[in-house]
């Protein structure tokens, strides 16, 4: 039987461990760092989620068959390279293949070169020189950090005022690290995820969902990691799926491939129907969060299998099949998030939640369970159809308890 490793903190690592929690196949699963949700299903280890070192280290003393790398720091560090070169099985991208998130440029270029559909764009390292050309343009202007910024690297500026604080902070505070500033065409349509696994040319695409950034209802306030996210989505057809997948994501999968770059993990689209298509917004080198939390539940297959087979360049037993159920699930964020809050909230009534809790920022103290991020929770239900799960969630919601939580009340408004 199987011992695996899962790689990060988040409630995207707890919905990893819970879906290898379900496979027959695995006996044991360590958490680095894992949090308290993870500390119920698998054993938590005090280990950094970018020290290769430490973490190659663990997963030989404890003879691990298999690690699974969450966030894309440690992908972008090089954990996958420095894995293999030890002989061991991991499931993530290696660090020239996580160029397609870690860098905007990079991935722009490639989808220019190989006709991937996305918006026109011009990059700069200069400030001066970036803020002569957004105002020469159009508004609004979308302007992204090159590196990675933990998903808050974007700003949509309205007016050129909001273009010249987002660029001093990318260019001239250096506020993510120092980079250039990808500034892309605005463009408009509703925004979708498509995660598939891809192992080289072989992409097996999970069902789709759509996350909601903005703070507050209404898609109003500033962009967060994440508010909530649900599955099957009304106003994506089947031929638009279908396009999505065949000119999207296996068409960069192939292009990879080529660059001499071949991904071996997930590969995320972060996608826009627009009045001429579907787009490419930007693509990531790993499972989205939230999106995971609601799309790996609807897995009837064994992740296990999946994830072993796209770490070994072998074809799985069977296609990943998934349930057709609805899931919707909803964020609880520490009051101020995105900006500044507070930690160390008592958290209480989780015990007469019936349905998935996933924690996100939680910590247990002498027995207590206390806020310990700036998104704290996400409650998932599953329904027959949207109604039906916005229904149970939200009941699900009302029965958890701390004074310094928020949540949006109108996830899946799209869609209802």
Known sequence: MNKVLVIGSGGREHAIADALHRSPQVTEIFCAPGNAGTAAIATNVAIKDTDVAGLLQFAKDQKVDLTVVGPEAALAVGIVDAFRAEGLKIFGHTQAATQIESSKEFAKKLMLKYGIPSAAYESFEDYDAALAYVSTRPFPAVLKYDGLAAGKGVVIAETLDEARDALKSMLLDTTYGKGKVIVEDFLTGPEFSFMCFVDRD????????????????????????????????????????????????????????????????????????????????????????????????????????????????????????????????????????????????????????????????????????????????????????HTEAKARVYSEIDKIHCDNLFHRNDIAHWAL
Request: hydrophobic share 35%; glycine share 12%.
């Open 202 to 385: 072989n992409v097996y695409p999970m069902p789709l969902a759509q996350d909601h950034k903005r703070a507050f209802d209404g898609d109003k306030g500033p962009n967060t990691g994440g508010m909530g996210a649900y599955t099957s989505l009304p106003f994506i057809t089947e031929e638009d799926r279908k396009f999505a997948y065949d000119n999207i994501l296996c068409k960069t999968a192939k292009a990879m491939n080529e660059e001499g770059t071949p991904l071996s993990g997930v590969l995320y689209g972060g996608l826009m129907k627009t009045p001429t298509g579907i787009k490419v917004i930007e693509f990531n080198a790993r499972f989205g969060d939230p999106e995971t939390e609601v799309v790996l539940p609807l897995l009837e297959s064994d992740i296990y299998d999946i994830f072993m087979a796209v770490a070994t360049g072998t074809t799985p037993s069977q296609t990943p099949k998934w349930s057709d159920e609805v899931t919707m699930g909803v964020v609880l964020a520490s009051k101020g998030y995105p900006g500044s809050y507070e930690k160390g909230h008592v958290i209480s009534g989780l015990e007469n939640v019936e349905d998935t809790v996933f924690h996100m920022g939680t910590v247990r103290k002498e027995g207590t369970l206390m806020t310990n991020g700036g998104r704290v929770l996400m409650v998932v239900s599953k329904g027959a159809n």
